[in-house]
């Protein structure tokens, strides 16, 4: 694939593209649904592009419940961080349907063997909108209440008072730090309380009440 897809690289010409990855192994792999990318413990000091498909990173506690940190089912680079530092990774990466992934090796060297400017801005806007998101992701989990946690998620989302969830009830639980029950029956009071309506897949939000109750 052209590598000026992926948003680190988007701003390079491709003659610095080329002397950039000329020494590095660039492989396309593809991953059937439920298979890992890579477990707790692994290190690889690989940089992964989801190509096609979508993934789950979560981790399981000793008591079996699984916490999901991100899903992904839209291109999107992952495991940078681990990548750069050489760390073994603190979650699991499996996905959620066949997918295809790019898998830059060895990416620290990336760095060793080039001083390009508009690459580092580039991966400092990247790694700038993930530490972002992952604030947000906190402020959502660290709400005191489930109906906090599902407010301040679905004001977050929200397109035009619409939910376009891109995940079920119970990947949406694991997200939010609850059960599948507690989130089904918080759901239908506060359907009840008119914070929210439900038909099928599709939620509709009252942003106003939603809110108020922060």
Excluded at 154 to 164: S, V
């Amino acid at each position: 694939m052209n590598l000026k897809e992926i948003s680190i690289f988007k701003n390079l010409s491709d003659e610095e593209i080329k002397e950039m990855t000329a020494n590095t192994q660039i492989i396309e792999k593809t991953y059937t649904k439920d298979a890992y990318v890579f477990r707790i413990g692994d290190r690889s000091g690989d940089l992964f592009f989801l190509k096609e498909g979508a993934l789950s990173v979560y981790q399981i506690d000793s008591n079996g419940k699984r916490y999901i940190f991100q899903k992904f089912d839209k291109p999107v680079l992952f495991g940078e961080v681990y990548a750069y530092l050489n760390e073994p990774f603190d979650f699991d990466a499996v996905c959620d349907k066949d997918s295809k992934i790019l898998i830059i090796k060895d990416f620290k060297g990336l760095f060793e063997r080039s001083n390009n400017q508009k690459f580092l801005k580039s991966y400092i806007t990247f790694l700038s909108k993930k530490c972002l998101a992952l604030s947000k992701k906190n402020q959502i989990t660290s709400q005191m209440s489930l109906r906090q946690k599902i407010a301040k998620y679905f004001l977050e989302i929200e397109e035009d008072g619409k939910i376009n969830l891109n995940m079920n009830r119970e990947a949406l639980a694991d997200f939010l730090t609850t059960t599948r029950p507690s989130l089904s029956r918080e759901l239908s009071k506060m359907a009840d309380d008119d914070l929210l309506s439900i038909n099928g897949s599709k939620i509709a939000i009252n942003k106003e009440k939603l809110t108020e109750i922060l």
